[in-house]
């Protein structure tokens, strides 16, 4: 029973990380991901064997114990690598809005620019005009 709730654990994985691409709701960088998980998943559900060799070659008493160590550390590389990437978003946020800052002051500046050189058009235009 456990093995068939394994297997259909993974392949509902896969069909949501792919459904899930194509719909554009998941980027590719972070569906590779998803996928290993699947595969590491329907491996195991289809070969169950590979996690007691596992757990023998890695001196592991109970088989769960190590699923469940590399669930944990699994999520925390997620946790790490989302972190990363949440600092590399603030931190082109921040650039995009100094550059936003910079170039609203430019055209400020040129608006104040066009504003002065009108007013000054208009004041020769009053001077040349003839006197009625």
């Known amino acids: 029973m456990i093995v068939i709730v394994g297997i259909a654990l993974a392949l509902v994985i896969l069909a ?3 459904w899930m691409l194509l ?5 590719e960088k972070y569906a ?5 998980i699947a595969l590491s998943v329907l491996l195991l559900g289809i070969f169950p064997q590979l996690l007691l060799w596992a757990t023998s070659l890695l001196g592991v008493q109970v088989p769960a114990n190590l699923l469940f160590a590399l669930a944990i550390t ?3 590389g997620v946790a790490l690598h989302l972190s990363w990437e949440l600092s590399q978003a603030e931190d082109e946020i921040r650039r995009v809005a100094e550059e ?14 066009i504003a002065a050189l009108e007013a000054q058009h208009r004041g020769r235009d009053a001077d040349s005009a003839p006197p009625a």
């Open 16 to 18: 949501l990380v792919f």
């Open 23 to 27: 719909t554009r709701r998941l980027r």
């Open 32 to 36: 590779v991901m998803w996928i290993v």
């Open 74 to 76: 699994l999520l925390l």
């Open 100 to 113: 936003a800052a910079l170039s609203r002051a430019e055209i400020d500046r040129l608006d104040r620019r």
